[in-house]
């Protein structure tokens, strides 16, 4: 998970945080001062241009979806449904 407004996992509860390190997940936080930075401030363009605080990438670089950072939690339980054969 990526976001350029804070760590994803932050909103995650202990029970979604679990699943998410069980997939080997990595969230991460880019920015101009961020742990991972943004130096020329492409992600905050595209981020702002999409309208969207968090997104959920796969393995093959897709994007499985997006948030606001507050649907973070959503968001996962989406990919959890989807990788169960739930995706409704």
């Given at each position: 998970?990526?976001?350029?407004?804070?760590?994803?996992?932050?909103?995650?509860?202990?029970?979604?945080?679990a699943?998410?390190?069980?997939?080997?997940?990595?969230?991460?936080?880019?920015?101009p001062?961020?742990?991972?930075?943004?130096?020329?401030?492409?992600?905050?363009?595209?981020?702002?241009?999409?309208?969207?605080?968090?997104?959920?990438?796969?393995?093959?670089?897709?994007?499985?979806?997006?948030?606001?950072?507050?649907?973070t939690?959503?968001?996962?339980?989406?990919?959890?449904?989807?990788?169960?054969?739930?995706?409704?």
């Open positions: 998970m990526l976001s350029t407004s804070q760590d994803p996992a932050a909103q995650l509860d202990a029970e979604a945080g699943f998410w390190e069980s997939l080997g997940g990595i969230s991460v936080q880019i920015g001062d961020g742990p991972v930075r943004d130096l020329d401030g492409s992600y905050a363009r595209w981020f702002g241009a999409a309208g969207v605080d968090v997104v959920l990438q796969r393995p093959d670089f897709y994007l499985f979806g997006s948030s606001p950072i507050e649907g939690g959503e968001l996962l339980s989406r990919l959890r449904r989807a990788l169960a054969g739930n995706a409704a």
